[in-house]
């Protein structure tokens, strides 16, 4: 009887134990696609050895979840991820990227874009070195809030909207573009572009889950001839250096 009552706890303190590690088990969930998008991952049969893991292509499907050393590729099509942390990744046409990391031992997350467009939307509330993005310039992107990051033609280009971030450890504040080839910033100012990049954002989903949706919302309302887009958006409790 001692023996089974033994047992009992056993399995129910491992049942907890399972219950837990799957609840702390962070994740990025495909929540679109459009066209067809490859997914490169890592996989390893029952006979394989740690060391011996190869990489194989599926087809991106709605449902899919993300981990850490897998590969996006998008040709001409697009994929959008939430994760658990509310934090929503738009992985734009033509673009590769490498998930370094979904959350590391610390919980940060870190991407490598290869090539190509990613749209990256994050409360403004978060630490900006949660989340990194590296481009093949040897570039360091930090994200607090909203950040559309390109590489294409040799070049890094990043555009913070709501929010701010570090570009290679400087600050830089939100409504801010910059050419890291030439280390050049300018003003993002009212446009049929940032509509667009706007109403984008709005289309997302999750995204009143994410960030402050009336903030968007009016944005996309102004007149581009008398705009400036900072007067609409709560101040920033901190001034940030723009890059020279």
Known sequence: ???????????????????????????MKVVDVQGNVKLEVEVKSSAETQAAKKMIQKPARLGDLLF???????GASSLTAYSQDRILLKVKENSSLYLDSTFDKNENIVFSLNNGEILIVAPMSYNPDYITVYTPDNSTINISGTAII????NVTRVQFLHGYGKLNGTPVGQFTEVNLKDKTTSEIVMSDSLKNRVNEILGMQYI?????????????????????????????????????
Do not use: C, G, H, W
């Open 68 to 74: 850490t050393r897998d590969y996006i590729i998008t």
């Open 150 to 153: 390109s590489y294409n033609q």
């Open 208 to 244: 009143d889950k994410v960030s402050q949706v009336n903030i968007y919302r009016d944005i996309a309302r102004l007149n581009n001839s008398s705009f400036n887009v900072k007067q609409i958006v709560t101040p920033l409790e901190s001034e940030f250096i723009i890059i020279q």
């Open 1 to 27: 009887m001692q023996k089974k009552i033994i047992t009992a706890i056993f399995i129910i303190a491992f049942s907890f134990n399972i219950e837990a590690a799957y609840n702390s088990n962070k994740y």
